[in-house]
């Protein structure tokens, strides 16, 4: 009969609803508990330093400038007259502008700008949210990276103009032979280790938005 | 006997309302609890992304793509790198191809899951919203670990995707599927049969199979009314022609068609990504693009069947790094138009039921 | 008894004490009594605004458990005077008064609603021998006493000169007024057995076994209670039934011009309300305050509201919202008819003697 299927009905939801009283919650106490961010979650962007001689990593090629879409990314790196290379005299970061896209990273061929997992930036002025130099590189100063350069000194880096697809190509190809050996299998040839990165940064190079 | 005279009073379901999903709004005139006319009213949401992506190039066009539609993030993207892809001729990679059909599957039960909690929560209880949330994180917390965001995720690129899963992906997606197929069951016993829900849903707002066509409806509101139309059959993109899964088809037209018909396309999306984790190859993820990505001069629609309905990008490229013009289509501008045409026998309380059910998301609205 | 008053109360001998206390001192009866009963009406509203709060607070965590999180958590012990605090925040609210509304019934709305929910304490009996004053017509006043929340409700809805307050005041009368009448009719099937209105009478009917309860009297029992929640859901304006405050379509429907103190009136009232409502379901269907002698009968008492509140709230966070008309096509098309047929049943049970 209708009213006893109905019945039923309305009892069979009491019973779906009251069962997860006995359950635990599945929410954290923020912020006395923190949740830990996958390795890949995109937070503020940061300036990674070199590891050992603790200086930036940055070469002022200009690539993450032009990669950014909201012009969040703002570099003053005028070329030096006598060595024809360019130096970083300043490097802002709009937070406010960011929108956490993660393009400037997969541009980026020097390990040099990261988006770390950290997400508590706020500031109680708009003006508080553009990073200087400075802070950025404070901020990414404890931030795990994998250094992709090659191991010549940073300072010969610079040189290589911005666009060279026979470079990139040939890394490319050194970078394809490490999952080529999983090739068969249906898992990715990555965990959540350091070897991570290079996968990510390294295709970009040929096909990000370079103007 | 004196009659009393009563007028019709205009009533404003504003743009802050906490039923109409964002920021759209509806003038009712109401005679009493009784609807006589409906206009909607948009462009409170408009933030002008077709004329921005204009000035960016092809790559920087993704991540503005993909607020165009927050809620299924990877089918935006999806459908510009399409577009891309077949004005300048790219072949995609088969890994690429099978993580794409994973993560816009995986979007597609994401975005079902929040419309059932949307949906229980306007008609009024509370309590499936966060049941069908708690759900979407397991999804999204995937999502979260390959490409690093939670809502507007970037992953598509111009040839095949940015980066590759992590070990932990698989595993971890067949347990979320699994757990997301067992707790079907309790949404279905919590709603399905309940006759509050019923005497709500059911009957209430027919849309007929003629003035769906007629409005250009697409998506499940389309299958509800009775039209087996589904893109990824009839105008196969991607890989979808290799997978075996059905499309469910409804023939009332009304809100209680369109929700259980989602709650069908979920089963049919697990069904897909199990396929596609097993046959996953070994591979590149992305096609070789050069640095300056130009296409020919041309234009090209795609389209692509997102969890709403049908979403296209109308490219016209002019040869130079930076697309001449981008003009996306919404499905949800379409069903946002067919609320006048639901007949005038409706009470307030009825519109909150069908536009829940018709799945609206204003920034597809808007953009 | 010398000048005693017939109607009196045993508090476990507290306000015997102070009924003595007073009198040796010599005033006159009239001071005595009115000294006593002020006393006594302030422990009552003192347990009553206590109750408010403990509900208030116990609703939001049965919500938030239902729906796998926390709750409020950070002020004591699992947010125990989480309440006390908004409390303290609405009392510190600014009260704003919109310049086009009815002054007077804008002004004595939450007042009527907060006095008429509080009213109802008069003839509940808390325990054995903890009843204010067991007046023979007990279920009848108290059902008189809440209709007159109605009222209250259609001055908030009209005083606010806002549409969609006055939508929502014209429907919670509606809903008010007709589930009304299975309420009563559910309440009158115990009332043709007990042959009293008293409220003491009605839980003396049921001691013994518990299958004196009325719940457990099969046939018109069982039928009798479910229809006497579903009409308690409805006059406590919960969800299912919750229109005149159906967040999703009205915005907060009668009280959206309300903030501060007045808000917080209508906001205990409702609490207050849905307690009594559940009170009374456990005097007559639940036995009331009988029980197995080794808990105290209070402790019984409160044991059973609390578990009907407990079921009203489950409700609330469970189903879906019943539209208006379809409201009160339940109402009179279905609850009215079975109610009344149950109420026949009864009557010729008890003209044959066939009950137990």
């Keep these: ?211 | 006997m004196v009659e009393l005279p009563t007028e019709e009073f205009v009533v404003n379901m504003g743009p802050q309302h906490p039923a109409t999903h964002g920021v759209a709004r509806l003038i009712l005139t109401l005679d009493g609890e009784k609807i006589v006319k409906i206009e909607p009213v948009i462009g409170y949401l408009h933030r002008a992304i077709e004329k921005v992506c204009e000035n960016r190039t092809y790559a920087q066009c993704i991540p503005i793509i993909d607020r165009f539609e927050y809620v299924t993030a990877m089918s935006c993207n999806y459908a510009f790198s399409l577009a891309a892809e077949k004005l300048a001729g790219i072949e995609v990679p088969e890994r690429a191809e099978y993580l794409r059909v994973i993560m816009l599957e995986l979007n597609r039960i994401a975005s079902h899951l929040l419309f059932y909690g949307v949906t229980a929560m306007d008609i009024g209880a509370v309590t499936p919203f966060l049941y069908g949330l708690r759900e979407r994180e397991l999804i999204v917390d995937l999502f979260e670990m390959t490409c690093g965001q939670r809502l507007t995720y970037s992953y598509n690129r111009i040839g095949g995707v940015s980066r590759d899963i992590p070990k932990e992906f698989i595993p971890q997606t067949h347990e979320a599927i699994k757990i997301i197929g067992a707790k079907l069951s309790d949404y279905e016993g919590l709603l399905n049969e309940n006759p509050i829900w019923l005497a709500r849903t059911r009957g209430i707002g027919v849309l007929p199979k003629e003035t769906a066509i007629a409005y250009g409806v697409s998506g499940p509101v389309l299958r509800a009314s009775g039209v087996q139309y589904d893109i990824r059959r009839n105008d196969p993109y991607s890989i979808y022609d290799r997978f075996d899964f059905d499309i469910p088809v409804r023939y009332h037209g009304d809100c209680y068609d369109r929700y259980l018909l989602r709650l069908d396309e979920i089963r049919q999306s697990i069904r897909i990504i199990t396929q596609a984790l097993d046959g996953l190859p070994g591979g590149e993820i992305r096609a070789k693009v050069s640095p300056n990505f130009k296409p020919p001069p041309g234009e090209v629609y795609s389209r692509i069947e997102n969890s709403r309905g049908e979403m296209g990008i109308y490219l016209v490229s002019d040869g130079t790094k930076k697309p001449l013009r981008v003009k996306a289509r919404g499905s949800s501008y379409n069903h946002f138009e067919v609320l006048p045409q639901f007949g005038t026998n409706l009470l307030v309380a009825d519109i909150v039921a069908i536009f829940a059910t018709l799945d609206i998301i204003v920034p597809e609205i808007d953009r | 008894m010398t000048g005693k008053p017939v109607l009196f109360i045993e508090l476990y001998g507290l306000f015997h004490w102070l009924y003595e206390k007073l009198q040796a001192t010599g005033l006159s009866q009239a001071w005595v009594n009115i000294i006593t009963y002020t006393a006594l009406g302030l422990a009552i509203f003192t347990l009553l605004a206590l109750v408010a709060l403990f509900l208030v607070w116990w609703e939001r965590k049965i919500s938030a458990h239902v729906q796998q999180r926390f709750g409020p958590m950070r002020h004591g012990w699992h947010g125990w005077y989480q309440t006390v605090m908004d409390a303290i925040k609405l009392l510190q609210k600014e009260d704003i008064l919109v310049d086009t509304r009815d002054r007077l019934v804008f002004f004595w709305a939450p007042v009527i609603c907060f006095v008429a929910a509080f009213s109802a304490y008069v003839v509940m009996p808390w325990g054995k021998g903890l009843i204010v004053a067991d007046l023979n017509i007990g279920i009848l006043y108290i059902m008189a006493i809440t209709t007159f929340t109605v009222i209250s409700l259609l001055m908030a809805g009209w005083g606010s000169n806002n549409k969609y307050a006055l939508l929502g005041g014209m429907r919670s009368a509606a809903q008010m007024v007709s589930y009304e009448v299975p309420l009563v009719a559910s309440v009158l099937v115990v009332v043709i057995f007990v042959g009293s209105l008293s409220m003491v009478d009605i839980v003396k009917a049921q001691s013994g076994l518990v299958f004196n309860w009325y719940i457990f009297r099969i046939p018109f029992g069982p039928i009798a209670f479910l229809t006497y929640v579903t009409a308690a859901t409805a006059e406590a304006n919960r969800t299912p039934f919750d229109i005149p405050e159906a967040e999703q379509e009205l915005v907060a429907g009668y009280n959206i011009e309300y903030s501060g103190m007045k808000f917080a009136m209508f906001f205990l009232a409702e609490f207050i309300n849905l307690f009594t409502v559940s009170a009374i379901a456990a005097t007559l269907f639940l036995g009331g305050w009988n029980g197995w002698a080794f808990i105290p009968s209070w402790l019984w008492f409160l044991v059973k509201t609390l578990g009907m509140v407990l079921l009203l709230m489950l409700f609330r966070w469970t189903y879906p919202r019943l539209r208006v008309d379809q409201l009160m096509e339940f109402a009179w098309k279905f609850l009215v008819p079975v109610t009344f047929a149950n109420l026949i049943v009864a009557g010729v049970f008890r003209y044959l003697g066939w009950y137990w």
């Design chain 1, 1 to 211: 009969m209708k009213l006893l299927k109905d019945i039923k009905a309305l009892v069979e939801g009491l019973q779906i609803a009251g069962k997860h009283l006995g359950r635990h919650a599945i929410t954290i106490q923020y912020p006395e508990e923190r949740w830990t961010m996958p390795e890949r979650s995109r937070g503020i962007v940061v300036l990674l330093s070199d590891k050992e001689t603790g200086e930036l990593n940055c070469t002022a090629c200009l690539l993450c400038e032009k990669a950014c879409p909201t012009a969040a990314i703002r570099i003053d790196a005028p070329r030096n007259p006598e060595t024809k290379k360019r130096e970083l005299k300043s490097f802002t970061v709009d937070n406010g502008l960011c929108c956490f896209c993660g393009l400037c990273e997969e541009a980026c061929n020097f390990s040099a700008i990261k988006m770390a997992t950290k997400y508590e930036f706020s500031a109680e002025h708009k003006e508080e949210l553009v990073w200087d130099i400075k802070k950025l590189q404070e901020v990414g100063r404890d931030v795990p990276y994998v250094d992709t350069r090659k191991k010549k000194s940073p300072a010969a880096k610079p040189s290589v103009p911005k666009d060279t697809p026979p470079k990139s190509e040939k890394k490319e190809h050194e970078k394809k032979s490490q999952p080529g050996e999983d090739k068969g299998k249906a898992n990715g040839p990555e965990g959540l280790t350091t070897s991570d990165q290079p996968e990510g940064e390294k295709k970009p190079n040929d096909k990000k938005g370079q103007s």
